[in-house]
């Protein structure tokens, strides 16, 4: 941020984090004079050895003036200094290691004290004593690297004793050091606290001992009042705090939006999960809200931050990282006799290895003999370091025969192509014979011809090889104008065919269904339905169909992905919950033109198509002794209480599950959880035919205390929680009713916090806040303006909303994080950087917030919410980036508007929706004749890019553009890929947006950016200070 | 005389399939929760005898109507209005695809409607055994008419 906004003279205005009460007294004297005198001092001692090195930051300029300003937390919200407690980095700042020394210097004169160079605000408070400034900032300089965020976290915190009462005494401070980019200002008198607790809050709770220099960043301290170390040291506080008091004289609510703690790192795994207990499965596979269990009731019912955990069972690994598969057909697999858990590296072996204690429910079972081992003399097993499963927290078993009902099925992809309607788009209204066609693709050569007659009567001449069908498809519904659709009928078709294999059943559909059974009314999204009781109805499916033919297809092992390409309104509420009970996906296409969205569908289908999926599978979690799953969310059946029926389940799918205490008590220090998926491997690897148990086990600590719950919470896991609660809760209630009640429960989970902390501290008017949940505010701030959430009826179509909906229930942590919080990146001068250097993309990636003042108008940026990009011109941008990056024809276009263009390209639009069509038979058709699909849908591949030129957003005209022979055409395309890479699931089609260009600006990139107030929407820092009302009332 | 009797014997024997069809749906929800039985099979079986046990109680409530039995007729009545507003809302089918979500709560309906169906058993019983002992009376001794003022 600093970078951003050089030039703003900003003053935190919270008060010092820190709630340390102590010293009120000496504070208030100094505050009037303690500016000038002692200050100067120090500085000017400690900053001859630093400035050199400073100066060659531009972010860091530290002025060679008396005081040294701290410097403002780089975007990331990381500490400054961190680059200085992890060796050198290139990151923004970096601080010299002399950096450190300024403290001595201090010491030397603990009169002058203050304010160290470094940046950081250092306090030093040691009255007397020389050097303990210094040695605790350098011990974090031998930090190991991969532990410098936490060891710079942690020195964030204290803020210094004393601090908050004083307050007001600060703000008369004439020398407050504004945080902001190191030019020294003058607080205004409004200011009260010169420096921005920006880094205060995030605080981590110090596990080390939080170094002296360090403690109170972000406070002014004065040396009279600086209490002993050793006091420091005790008060270590461990919460983050922000202060939102409203400042007497200033315009601003209370509180500067820069300094808000906001989600640019994007998603941080928790550590503590996997330090704890190393053997645990790796996060990307199952994460706890919170990795410290409550060990009461009571306490459970003082989390409101529901307890849960988000599984992914098939999660991607990295390369190199591959979940072992250990054969134990001949021994059989280990489990356990009562709970039927399988054996998994928090087991215990005693009895000189004849017996092994189960984890979760502590029964002692018979070692088989052949898995027999002798126990070395510390009660390991001797062959320990041959048994994966007693090593690593996920393992994949090759199961025997008896764990399936039946053999594995072939794969089996079922194209249910709507080809009645507005495929061709022609407007037409023709004499309407229904036409559901179908089309049967399998691996294997053997094709389903047979068919019930009566229920296809209109597929009677297709009732032929599949070849010749697929042969003439294309050219019979070449001059289809039926605007008719008998989805229902050719869903029951499609199960009768199926019904016997299995498998994945891709709808292709365009137009409501409106023919035979499953037909739907048009019931449109009715602008008076909004705010009424019947307002749910809408997002709900009509009729019982839907949820029948969803359970019957499940029941025999049917997926359904649902592509949907209308522009009119299809019952994406009702289509849909095909996709949802079947363990599928809902791919929406508003306004498709298969010039525009071709290339996506194209991307997203290979994907789908192509990833790791399993079949037929089931999933159970195991929760030890005390606690139980209570309530499952997600895309998929339940087959019992705790089994959950999976027809197709792939590595974009997570489940997420709450949890609750079943006893009043637990006993156990310790609470696992295995989550088991059991599937048939079939598909292209060569084991296809194994039957394949996926274990992944965690172990999670029973915690007494509440503050240790929240230390250990998981922002992530909690908001991939809430947002599936939130969803369904549209689902019954009204839309604004599901988002009072996340903002309800992020209240209610502050209000408990603060109450942890507001008798020993004083708190005064300053929102805390736990580390792990510093962006706790800001995403319940993105999913209640999330699609699925926003607004009311003008503010999303009622598909795209439900479209999101079913998207949402099923995404991973990561990736819903993503289009929670989209990262806006700065490309232009990455674009027009001279040096060839290309590789570091590290440094462009440097995310921005989402407000409008992110950008600027010079400026070329990037938004990607994981869906899209939308690339933003500025007005005032070079031309010649334009032309560079879009040729000049549409450099040319993308200045003025053009009506003539929209019309040619309407008319190509309708040609090339043809051939897209074309091109999903031919699909389908290698997919017939080859089993070896990878090659071929590789080759699918093209680095192509649409870009959207300016038209109207209804029909957005767009061209399709290759690489232009130019460097900065190349490394967008090289950006735009790499992003793309990060996250295959969906492919991120670019769209154009010059500023000022409405209503495309508006609906593409400003509506997102949710930091803004918008329409009756609260920005972010109204949003925050009302949660801190919310939070103060009753506490 | 007779018609009454009759009339009472073919409550009781509603009464008794309403129980039983109560029953049937309680019984396939434990085995459901207990994993005896999986949620097509379990919905498929209770769906299939909704509407019949609707049917009935709501024939059982309108002949208390036409037979001027008005206590009768205001006892069944709650349950038979209940049954057509969950008619009505098209909700009266058990969704078999959230059924683990809704067990309890549907549990716990049809434990009401048990236990009303049990108090209207034990009345409809009095009334039939009562309408069976004045029916020999009756036909005993004619002379000793002492149901009007025991029962009505």
Redesign the interface.
């Known amino acids: 941020m600093g970078t951003e906004n050089p030039g703003h003279p900003n003053f935190p205005m919270r008060p010092p984090p820190g709630p340390f009460a102590s010293a009120p007294p000496t504070m208030t004297p100094f505050s009037s004079s303690r500016p000038t005198p002692p200050i100067p001092p120090p500085p000017i001692t400690s900053v001859p050895p630093a400035g050199g090195p400073y100066q060659q930051f531009p972010t860091s300029p530290f002025p060679s003036t008396a005081q040294s300003p701290p410097i403002r937390a780089p975007p990331e919200g990381q500490p400054p200094f961190q680059p200085r407690a992890s060796q050198v980095s290139a990151s923004s700042v970096s601080f010299p290691p002399q950096s450190q020394v300024p403290p001595v210097p201090m010491g030397s004169s603990p009169q002058s004290v203050i304010f160290s160079p470094s940046g950081v605000n250092v306090p030093q408070p040691p009255t007397g004593s020389l050097f303990p400034g210094p040695r605790p900032n350098i011990r974090p300089t031998f930090s190991p690297p991969d532990s410098s965020y936490s060891a710079t976290k942690s020195t964030f915190q204290p803020p210094f004793p004393g601090y908050p009462s004083k307050k007001p005494a600060v703000s008369q401070a004439p020398s407050p050091f504004p945080a902001q980019q190191g030019s020294f200002m003058p607080p205004p008198p409004a200011s009260s606290s010169p420096f921005s607790s920006q880094q205060g809050s995030y605080a981590p709770p110090p596990p080390v001992a939080a170094p002296l220099g360090y403690q109170s960043r972000g406070q002014m301290q004065h040396p009279s009042s600086a209490p002993p170390i050793g006091g420091i040291q005790s008060l270590t506080e461990d919460f983050s705090s922000l202060s939102l008091a409203s400042l007497p004289g200033s315009i601003d609510p209370g509180c500067d939006h820069r300094t808000l703690p906001r989600p640019l790192d994007g998603d941080e795994e928790p550590s503590s999960f996997t330090e704890m207990y190393p053997m645990n499965c790796n996060p990307r596979y199952l994460r706890l809200t919170t990795s410290g269990i409550p060990s009461s009731q009571s306490l459970a019912s003082r989390w409101h931050l529901t307890l849960g955990a988000v599984v992914c069972p098939l999660a991607e690994d990295p390369e190199g990282e591959e979940v072992p598969v250990i054969n134990y057909i001949s021994t059989g697999i280990i489990r356990c006799r009562r709970c039927r858990s399988y054996v998994n590296p928090y087991v215990t072996f005693t009895d000189a290895g004849r017996k092994w204690r189960c984890n979760i429910c502590a029964l002692l079972n018979d070692v088989p003999g052949d898995y027999f081992a002798n126990l070395d003399a510390t009660g390991r097993r001797i062959d320990l370091d041959q048994r994966p499963e007693l090593l690593k927290g996920s393992v994949e078993f090759v199961a025997p025969t008896d764990y399936m009902n039946r053999p594995p099925m072939p794969p089996l992809y079922f194209f249910l192509i709507d080809v009645s309607l507005s495929a061709v788009r022609s407007g037409m209204i023709g004499s309407s014979l229904a036409q559901p066609q179908m089309m049967v693709i399998s691996d294997l050569d053997d094709i389903f011809v047979p068919l019930p007659d009566d229920l296809l009567v209109n597929l009677s001449e297709s009732r032929n090889v599949v070849e010749t069908f697929l042969d003439s498809l294309p050219s019979m519904f070449q001059d289809n104008v039926n605007v008719e659709s008998a989805f229902g009928p050719a869903v029951k078709a499609a199960f009768m065919v199926m019904s016997q294999l299995g498998g994945k059943l891709l709808i292709f559909q365009n137009t409501l269904p409106s023919l035979g059974v499953g037909r739907l009314k048009l019931r449109g999204d009715d602008l008076r339905a909004y705010g009424t009781d019947k307002e749910h109805l809408l997002r709900l499916p009509e009729g019982s169909f839907y949820k029948q033919m969803a359970a019957d297809l499940t029941k025999y092992q049917i997926g359904v992905n649902v592509y949907a390409f209308s522009d009119k309104y299809t019952d994406i509420a009702s289509l849909g919950t095909l996709a949802k009970y079947t363990g599928g996906q809902v791919y929406y296409y508003p306004n498709f033109q298969s010039s525009i969205h071709g290339e996506k569908l194209r991307h997203e289908l290979v994907r789908d198509l192509t990833r790791e999926t399993a079949w037929e599978a089931v999933m159970r979690i195991r929760c030890g002794k005390g606690i139980r799953c209570t309530s499952y969310h997600g895309n998929f059946m339940l087959k019992s209480t705790d089994l959950l029926a999976l027809p197709t389940v792939d590595c974009d799918k997570a489940y997420a599950v709450q949890l609750s205490l079943e006893e009043t008590l637990l006993t156990t220090q310790t609470v696992y959880l295995q989550a088991v998926l059991l599937y048939p491997l079939s598909g292209y690897t060569a084991s296809c035919g194994e039957r394949r148990i996926r274990v992944h086990t965690a172990a999670a600590p029973v915690v007494t205390d509440l503050g240790e719950m929240y230390r250990q919470a998981d922002t992530g896991a909690i908001f991939s929680l809430f947002c599936r609660l939130a969803i369904e809760k549209t689902l019954t209630n009204k839309l604004e009713d599901a988002r009072n009640s996340l903002q309800l429960r992020i209240v209610k989970a502050l209000r408990e916090y603060r109450n942890l902390y507001a008798v020993q501290h004083r708190l005064g008017s300053r929102m805390i806040y736990p580390d792990s949940l510093k962006f706790l505010c800001s995403y319940g701030l993105a999913l209640s303006k999330s699609v699925p959430l926003k607004g009311g009826y003008a503010d999303a179509q009622l598909d795209e909303r439900c479209g999101a909906g079913f998207t949402m229930m099923a995404l991973p942590v990561k990736r819903l994080l993503k289009l929670l919080y989209p990262s806006l990146i700065r490309i232009d001068e990455y674009l027009l950087k001279p040096s060839a250097q290309t590789d570091d993309f590290k440094n462009i990636m440097k995310r921005l917030p989402l407000v409008a003042e992110s950008l600027d108008s010079r400026g070329l940026y990037l938004y990607d919410d994981g869906f899209r990009f939308v690339i933003w011109f500025g007005r005032m941008l070079s031309p010649d980036v334009a032309k560079n990056l879009l040729g000049a024809d549409f450099a040319a276009e993308l200045s003025k508007v053009q009506s003539l263009v929209n019309e040619a390209i309407l008319v190509a639009t309708r040609l090339l929706n043809r051939i897209l069509l074309n091109m999903l038979f031919l699909f389908c058709w290698f997919l017939c004749i080859s089993e070896r699909l990878r090659p071929f849908l590789s080759a699918l591949r093209h680095d192509e890019v649409v870009l959207n030129s300016p038209g109207s957003f209804m029909f957005p005209t767009q061209v399709i553009l290759s690489e232009h022979d130019n460097e900065m055409s190349r490394r967008l395309m090289r950006i735009l890929k790499k992003l793309r890479e990060s996250d295959p699931s969906y492919y991120q089609l670019p769209y154009l947006v010059r500023q000022g260009e409405q209503p495309k600006e508006g609906l593409l990139l400003l509506v997102n950016l949710l930091e803004d107030q918008m329409g009756g929407t609260s920005g972010y820092v109204d949003w925050i200070m009302q949660i801190h009302r919310q939070v103060q009332q009753n506490t | 005389m007779a018609w009454d009797l009759i009339f009472w014997v073919v409550c009781f024997f509603i009464n008794i399939a309403l129980l039983a069809s109560s029953f049937y749906q309680l019984l396939s929800l434990s085995d459901?929760?207990a994993?005896h039985l999986?949620?097509?099979e379990a919905?498929t079986r209770i769906n299939s005898i909704v509407l019949p046990e609707f049917l009935l109680q709501g024939f059982l409530c309108i002949s208390f109507l036409l037979t001027w039995h008005w206590f009768m007729f205001l006892f069944t009545l709650p349950i038979a209005a209940y049954h057509l507003m969950l008619y009505l809302n098209?909700k009266h089918?058990l969704?078999?695809?959230e059924?683990?979500?809704d067990?309890n709560t549907e549990k716990k309906y049809r434990f009401i409607k048990l236990a009303v169906y049990l108090l209207l058993f034990t009345v409809v019983g009095c009334r039939l055994l009562s309408a069976s002992i004045f029916f020999f009376f009756a036909w005993k001794f004619e002379e000793l008419d002492i149901r009007t003022s025991l029962f009505y």
């Open positions: 459901l929760e994993d999986n949620p097509f919905s098209r089918l969704d078999v695809t059924i683990f979500r067990l």
